[in-house]
T-cell receptor
Framework: DAKTTQPPSMDCAEGRAANLPCNHS???????VYWYRQIHSQGPQYIIH???NNETNEMASLIITEDRKSSTLILPHATLRDTAVYYCIAGYGKLTFGQGTILTVHP | GAVVSQHPSWVICKSGTSVKIECRSLDFQATTMFWYRQFPKQSLMLMATSNEGSKATYEQGVEKDKFLINHASLTLSTLTVTSAHPEDSSFYIC???????????FGPGTRLTVL
């Protein structure tokens, strides 16, 4: 898996958009960009994934740069329940987790 | 997203005993599943890749004789921690890979405490 780099922590106000960046400059052609989040003592929850194109689902949007070396996860209207550790992973099949970003959504 | 279940959700055992953890893919057939463990305040660490009908592939530093993996069907993989010791106490998480959609879904985890 390509190594990913994420900021260790971020804050966001409730109701505002949360934009979480991720660098994956060594990503290879067949590797996807995956985003998961984990709330304490639970398994990771799938959020979204993409290969080249931007993706959107009911939870979030994923913006991947044209050179695929970085991406941004966007939670359009953050709520307190979005407080979690967010993991960005570049891989195919076997996924290697980094340290992630602790997102804290405050009132 | 697809549902992956794990059983039990938590287990406490005595040192020296063996513990089996089940991982089931409920919505799709998974030829490949993965096992991770997570220590407090750390990220998930991949332990092994479980392939249906063949031997598991273990990551460097993971003892295959201690962590026995069986993937006998397309919806079930089991991890057996043999002769468990207190240092094996951890949060064990499995995932199932949906190759067709390139999606991977995780189970809720199993908390193992070895006394």
């Amino acid at each position: 898996d390509a190594k990913t780099t994420q900021p260790p922590s971020m804050d966001c106000a409730e109701g505002r958009a949360a934009n979480l960046p991720c660098n994956h400059s060594t990503i290879s052609g067949n590797e996807y960009v995956y985003w998961y989040r984990q709330i304490h003592s639970q398994g990771p929850q799938y959020i979204i994934h993409g290969l080249k194109n931007n993706e959107t689902n009911e939870m979030a949007s994923l913006i991947i740069t044209e050179d695929r070396k970085s991406s941004t996860l966007i939670l359009p209207h953050a709520t307190l329940r979005d407080t979690a550790v967010y993991y960005c992973i570049a891989g195919y099949g076997k996924l290697t987790f980094g340290q992630g970003t602790i997102l804290t959504v405050h009132p | 997203g697809a549902v992956v279940s794990q059983h039990p959700s938590w287990v406490i055992c005595k040192s020296g005993t063996s513990v089996k953890i089940e991982c089931r893919s409920l919505d799709f057939q998974a030829t490949t599943m993965f096992w991770y463990r997570q220590f407090p305040k750390q990220s998930l660490m991949l332990m092994a890749t479980s392939n249906e009908g063949s031997k598991a592939t273990y990551e460097q530093g993971v003892e295959k004789d201690k962590f026995l993996i069986n993937h006998a069907s397309l919806t079930l993989s089991t991890l057996t921690v043999t002769s468990a010791h207190p240092e094996d106490s951890s949060f064990y998480i499995c995932s199932a890979w949906d190759r067709g959609n390139n999606e991977q879904f995780f189970g809720p985890g199993t908390r193992l405490t070895v006394l």
